[in-house]
């Protein structure tokens, strides 16, 4: 159950589950949020959980992982005020998270609530601001700013119905696409990233990850696309990868991490991953079919010092420039 501590008295007692099934385009096991309610509209909070590991991140969350609630979040609330009816598939184009919490190597005691605020700015466009919340201290753990598309579903089927410009008849494997049932937590594995490959002389690293159908649970069904809060996620673990590789004694924080959208991978296309460092620990990661940009991720790393964080003391952050 939701802690209702940072709500008013009114706002604890207004809010109702909130069904969006026939709302919006992603369902289970993508939006894994729990207790969803709304508090009044466009408004909702609900419970957030933590299904993958953080990697070297010293956090209770990857931050890709603390994207992908939030976003979900967010479009949960805009279809409370949505004038339209039917289902809508809120397609987030731009995106800038914060992890506000500090460094740590300690799991999480307690839940995490999520709250988002959200507004349409045209029939087709809307945006939503996001927190993560510890539901015991109240401190906010990370915070989010998104904006969306707007596509009726039929519209979202006419598009991705629409041949793409590369082959995604068959998987790689020549083997017919098909969706099959996943296991409870599919998006708690690690995302299967291929080929890593560090270039010394740039330190740019790349990895390619082939799309298949059992990477897109609950993300527009009948239509596997690859969900860009995971593709961010994949560029979040190619810089893992690459502090592993350049700092193996140190865990980082992200510091401001921004997002832009291009376009859809499909099951059977094949995203390639590079991440490239630019100035003051800030890596340029761009996410790409054969013939498209799908994604890309502008993302400030803080190194830790992991013998700090045992410690009585408050830890040291490095930013490492």
């Not at 010293?58 to 039917?86: D, F, K, Q, W, Y």
């Not at 790349?206 to 799309?211: D, G, N, R």
């Not at 630019?278 to 993302?299: E, F, L, N, Q």
Request: glycine share 6%; with cysteine.
């Amino acid at each position: 159950m939701i802690a209702y501590e940072s709500l008013s008295d009114h706002e604890a007692a207004s809010a109702v589950p909130l069904d969006v099934e026939d709302l919006v385009c992603v369902s289970r096991p993508y939006l894994a949020l729990e207790d969803l309610r709304r508090i009044a509209p466009g408004r909702v909070i609900a419970t957030v959980p933590i299904e993958s590991d953080p990697g070297r991140q010293a956090a209770v969350m990857g931050v890709g992982e603390a994207g992908r609630h939030l976003a979900i979040l967010g479009l949960c609330a805009a279809s409370t005020i949505n004038r339209r009816p039917g289902r809508f598939a809120y397609l987030a184009r731009g995106a800038r998270v914060e992890w506000l919490a500090g460094p740590t190597l300690a799991p999480q005691e307690g839940p995490l609530i999520g709250h988002a605020k959200a507004a349409f700015t045209t029939s087709r466009k809307a945006t939503a601001d996001a927190r993560l919340t510890d539901a015991f201290s109240g401190e906010i753990v990370a915070r989010m700013s998104v904006c969306y598309d707007v596509l009726p579903h039929r519209l979202l089927t006419r598009l991705l119905d629409a041949p793409s410009s590369e082959d995604t008849s068959t998987s790689p494997e020549g083997i017919p696409l098909r969706e099959t049932t996943p296991s409870a937590r599919p998006y708690g594995k690690p995302i299967p990233l291929e080929r890593f490959r560090l270039e010394p002389a740039t330190g740019t690293v790349s990895a390619e990850l082939p799309v298949t159908a059992a990477l897109c649970p609950g993300h527009f069904d009948g239509h596997p696309v690859l969900p860009v809060a995971i593709a961010a996620t994949a560029m979040t673990t190619l810089v893992d990868q690459a502090v592993a590789e350049l700092y193996p004694h140190a865990r980082w924080l992200a510091g401001p991490l921004t997002l832009q959208a291009d376009g859809f991978a499909r099951a059977g296309e094949t995203v390639t991953f590079t991440a490239t460092p630019t100035r003051g620990m800030t890596y340029r990661c761009v996410a790409r079919t054969k013939s498209r940009t799908v994604a890309s991720v502008d993302i400030q790393l803080i190194l830790v010092d992991p013998v700090t964080l045992d410690q009585s003391v408050p830890p040291v952050v490095t930013a490492v420039r």
